[in-house]
């Protein structure tokens, strides 16, 4: 069966959604509304669409599918009323979003604290949480974990959000929403829990309204080293935001080939029962191989960074916005933005004569050690 289909233009257009649409719409996702969907079968959005009952009421739509793991902008209680059917995407960008927090411990050289035993607090254990908390206990670095909402396992901590949030380094994974008991929205709030340690390494990848604009500040007031690829107003980011941070990019840590393309075949998937197998994205060989006399931590970071350098992107935003980002110029560089490959599965070309902390490394991260013949 073919769909008439409108869709976010940020989604990736893949064969299997090409396959499977008989005409397919494309349009910025906060502009879509109730005049497009009039002919439509399908509606595919991301995370800027509110999908609502004035959206849907006088449409065919059937069916509404998600490219992103959060559904706070969806209605699914009147999904469910009316019928329509409706899929998400939990874990299409999750490995994005971890190597973008990698590279941010690289760009923030908070590598070798890792390799040392350092603690990461980690709030939210869904698929990014656990996969960020598995490759840091890999590395050799501790993990603390806060998330009522799902069952942690014996071998990592789990203690209250307060105790996570004093962590040396803290990076929110955690879901949207207003759910009694644990509310996530406004989780980082002034005042901050008392006894915050200097020289905090602060991540949000997650969703920005988790840090209220007071505790963005009082985590500066703090001395916080702060990092953000969401923001407490987005898409509007005020000058007093852009100057808190050291590194910030424009939502962008889940924009990978290989995730968007994962996200738009499990909604094709969902809705037509179609799978691909194929790898999206054959690997590319990153050379690290003039490197051996790199202490192990100073190898890793650049090999963290030679995937993928996040102050490049916060440059970007930095001097194509200047002090305040108006909701336009940040759509844009999210509609604009030129993929990034990951480094999971990638070939890593290594030195000859090193010991072997070096490849449990590279495998700890899943890419592929290559060794000179």
Not at 81 to 94: C, E
Not at 124 to 133: D, P
Not at 174 to 199: I, Y
Request: glycine residues 6%.
């Amino acid at each position: 069966m073919r769909y008439r289909i409108v869709a976010d233009e940020n989604i990736e257009v893949t064969p299997e959604l090409v396959s499977i649409s008989e005409h397919l719409l494309t349009l910025p996702g906060r502009t879509i509304n109730s005049n497009h969907l009039k002919d439509a079968d399908v509606l595919l959005v991301r995370s800027v669409t509110p999908v609502t009952a004035s959206l849907l009421a006088e449409s065919p739509v059937a069916f509404v599918g998600t490219a992103t793991a959060g559904v706070e902008h969806i209605d699914t209680e009147y999904l469910a009323r009316r019928g329509i059917k409706f899929a998400a995407a939990p874990g299409a960008n999750a490995n994005a979003v971890i190597e973008y927090v990698l590279s941010v411990l690289a760009a923030r050289s908070r590598i070798a604290e890792i390799l040392k035993g350092g603690t990461v607090g980690i709030v939210g254990y869904g698929h990014v949480g656990q996969g960020l908390a598995r490759i840091i206990l890999a590395l050799g670095g501790n993990v603390t974990v806060w998330d009522p909402w799902q069952t942690v396992p014996a071998n990592i901590k789990s203690h209250s959000l307060e105790f996570v949030l004093k962590q040396p380094i803290v990076s929110l994974h955690a879901a949207l929403h207003e759910q009694k008991p644990w509310p996530s929205r406004a989780m980082v709030d002034a005042p901050l829990p008392p006894n915050m340690p200097a020289g905090q390494l602060f991540i949000n990848a997650s969703r920005g309204e988790l840090v209220t604009e007071a505790g963005l500040q009082a985590l500066v007031m703090n001395g916080t080293d702060i990092v953000l690829d969401v923001w407490p107003n987005e898409p509007s980011v005020s000058a007093t935001q852009v100057a808190a941070v050291s590194l910030g990019t424009p939502h962008i840590a889940g924009y990978t080939r290989c995730a968007k393309i994962a996200a738009t075949d499990m909604l094709v998937y969902a809705l037509a029962g179609l799978r691909s197998d194929d790898d999206p994205v054959p690997p590319l060989a990153i050379d690290m191989s003039s490197y051996q006399d790199m202490p192990v931590d100073a190898w890793l970071t650049r090999l963290l960074l030679s995937s993928y350098d996040p102050k490049v992107d916060s440059d970007q935003l930095a001097h194509s916005c200047g002090t305040v980002v108006a909701p336009n110029d940040f759509d844009a560089l999210r509609r604009d933005y030129k993929l990034r490959r990951e480094l999971r599965g990638r070939l890593i070309r290594m030195p000859p004569n090193v010991d072997e902390n070096f490849e449990r490394l590279v495998l700890a991260l899943g890419a592929i050690p290559v060794w000179p013949e």
